[in-house]
């Protein structure tokens, strides 16, 4: 019979060790130093199979288990059960063990069973490249400016949660990563998140697709929002959809920074635009754009039309003292 888990006292008894690993995409050459000693000093590996053959040079002669995707509160109580009786952990995950990994599932069970970060049982939290930060590098440079990260599973969101996310980041113009996009059961999912964006984005926004990437079975496709749904997509896929400002060139997906808005190159010559200045908010930056709807003369409801923001919101800015100017950019 096992420990109870909500014994306290239980888990300063014996002292170990739960390492939450993120193993970044899955090639050796992006797995970190910490990430490969921690798998060094542990004396059990707890994980999703697929995982484990991912580092299966690294773990000879450690205890290793397997579990199957859905075991996550499995593998977190296993760890803490080793945990107590001395060992060092390391629970493994794909990417960064705190997106989408085992990192949050394994607090849960912590603070369930009365863990504190005083307790005897240290965690260690390491790190690692997530699938957005990968698939962007294989594709160039899609996540300059604001982005996010939207999970197209609905094993645990409901879909009304996912949808109503997917609609307001396609409004707000975020570039966006979708994870788990499809998987042999989950076929509609991105169908809907494509009708959603296709309400607020040109037809034409670049996607990216990056299946298994850093793996041997890596693939790459550059498309459309249109035609995003012809391209081949599965459960070991990222999809990267561009903002109003994302291009693709050469075969590279590239997000601008927003140099273009106060930059011109003239003759290789780089000249600030009328009106801009380096290293000061632009022009319609907050200081400028307030002053400027003051000024204007116009109704609340015309300039909340014209900028999509709240009225509400529009008028407290029409009523608002400026603000100081801001002395520095910070890059
Ligand atoms: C359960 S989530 C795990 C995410 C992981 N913790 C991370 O930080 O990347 C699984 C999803 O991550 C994405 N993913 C993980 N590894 C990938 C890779 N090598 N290439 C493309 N996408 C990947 C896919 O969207 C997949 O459906």
């Given at each position: 019979m096992s420990t109870p888990l909500n014994t306290p006292e239980n888990l300063t008894a014996k002292p170990g060790k739960i390492m939450l690993v993120g193993l970044g995409p899955g090639s050796n050459d992006h797995l970190t130093a910490r990430?490969?000693?921690?798998?060094?000093?542990?004396?059990?590996?707890?994980?999703?199979?697929?995982?484990?053959?991912l580092?299966?040079?690294?773990?000879?002669?450690?205890?290793v288990i397997k579990k199957s995707m859905t075991e996550e509160l499995d593998r977190a109580i296993e760890a803490l059960e080793r945990?107590?009786?001395?060992?060092?952990?390391?629970?493994?995950?794909?990417?960064?063990?705190?997106?989408?990994?085992?990192?949050?599932?394994?607090?849960e069970v912590l603070f369930q069973a009365g863990w504190t970060p005083d307790s005897a049982i240290e965690v260690e939290i390491v790190p690692g490249a997530s699938a957005l930060n990968t698939c962007a590098a294989l594709v160039g440079a899609p996540l300059t400016h604001d982005f996010c990260a939207i999970s197209l599973s609905d094993l645990l969101t409901p879909w009304p949660t996912i949808a109503r996310r997917l609609d307001a980041?396609?409004?707000?113009d975020f570039v966006v990563a979708l994870y788990n996009p499809k998987s042999g059961r989950r076929t509609q999912q991105i169908v809907e998140a494509q009708r959603?964006?296709?309400?607020?984005?040109?037809?034409?926004?670049?996607v990216a697709i990056v299946k298994s990437g850093y793996r041997p079975k890596q693939r790459i496709e550059l498309t459309t929002l249109e035609k995003m749904n012809e391209a081949e997509i599965g459960m070991l896929s990222t999809v990267l959809i561009g903002n109003s400002n994302t291009f693709i060139q050469h075969g590279l997906m590239v997000?601008?920074?927003?140099?273009?808005?106060?930059y011109a190159v003239e003759d290789g010559e780089r000249n600030t635009h009328a009106g801009e200045q380096a290293g000061r908010s632009l022009s319609t930056g907050l200081n400028g754009w307030m002053a400027a709807i003051q000024q204007s003369g116009r109704s609340a409801a015309e300039l909340a039309a014209e900028y999509r923001l709240p009225e509400d919101y529009i008028a407290a800015v029409l009523q608002a003292e400026l603000p100081a100017e801001d002395e520095a950019a910070c890059e």
């Open positions: 990430a490969r000693a921690a798998i060094a000093e542990a004396d059990t590996i707890i994980g999703y199979v697929t995982y484990i053959r580092v299966a040079d690294l773990v000879a002669g450690k205890e945990a107590r009786q001395g060992k060092k952990v390391a629970l493994i995950s794909s990417g960064d063990a705190g997106v989408y990994g085992m990192a949050g599932p394994t607090f980041v396609a409004y707000a959603l964006f296709l309400r607020h984005r040109d037809p034409q926004t670049p997000t601008p920074r927003g140099y273009a808005n106060k």
